[in-house]
T-cell receptor, first 113, second 113 residues
Framework: EPEVTQTPSHQVTQMGQEVILRCVPI?????FYWYRQILGQKVEFLVS????????KSEIFDDQFSVERPDGSNFTLKIRSTKLEDSAMYFC???????????FGPGTRLTVT | KNQVEQSPQSLIILEGKNCTLQ??????????LRWYKQDTGRGPVSLTI?????NTKSNGRYTATLDADTKQSSLHITASQLSDSASYIC????????????FGSGTRLLVRP
């Protein structure tokens, strides 16, 4: 069964460093998402991506964040200068068409020290 | 503001017993309501998805209900198993350009032998 994959599973970085989180969505899916979950809190929407552009972003998704689909398979989330409060689980999700199910990856745990 | 509230926050039951989790939402425009199961440190996995016109939907021992008038939903788990121990999250999809998901805080269920 196809699934969303994410790498790395755990990333430790120092404050101020850039990180890139990688996701491989399900093949043939057209809609892509990033969510984050700070430890002990609810999952929060960050950004949605469709047709090679951001379709919506939350207020969390400021200038320090960017997303890219550099080739036909990868979908990346970049944080330019990490802050302590960026420490969280980051989930990638994808879906095939409007209104269809979003499938989540296993997440990347980002720890900023 | 789009919000999803769940109760109880946590629940402990004995193996074999039934339980019901509650969800209230204020999300507009409403697309659909989902219940997800999330194991610690893992991505959410969909259990059920219901549109506006659906009142109930089952998936094995999981039965979800939806009252679109009162904006309430419930998830009933029958004959609980130890493997049901997880967080159960009520999620509402917004009918906009992104179909982003609004997550509740979840109910943490512990099933004891």
């Amino acid at each position: 069964e196809p699934e969303v994959t994410q790498t790395p599973s755990h990333q430790v970085t120092q404050m101020g460093q850039e990180v890139i989180l990688r996701c491989v969505p399900i093949s043939n899916h057209l809609y892509f998402y990033w969510y984050r979950q700070i430890l002990g809190q609810k999952v929060e929407f960050l950004v949605s991506f469709y047709n090679n552009e951001i379709s919506e972003k939350s207020e969390i998704f400021d200038d320090q964040f960017s997303v890219e689909r550099p080739d036909g398979s990868n979908f990346t989330l970049k944080i330019r200068s990490t802050k302590l409060e960026d420490s969280a689980m980051y989930f990638c999700a994808s879906k095939g068409y409007e209104g269809s199910e979003q499938y989540f990856g296993p997440g990347t745990r980002l720890t900023v020290t | 503001k789009n919000q999803v509230e769940q109760s109880p926050q946590s629940l402990i039951i004995l193996e074999g017993k039934n339980c019901t989790l509650q969800c209230n939402y204020t999300v507009s425009p409403f697309s659909n309501l989902r219940w997800y199961k999330q194991d610690t440190g893992r991505g959410p996995v969909s259990l059920t998805i219901m549109t506006f016109s659906e009142n109930t939907k089952s998936n094995g021992r999981y039965t979800a209900t939806l009252d679109a008038d009162t904006k309430q939903s419930s998830l009933h788990i029958t004959a609980s198993q130890l493997s049901d121990s997880a967080s159960y999250i009520c999620v509402v999809s917004v009918m906009d350009s992104s179909y982003k998901l609004i997550f509740g805080s979840g109910t943490r269920l512990l099933v004891r032998p």
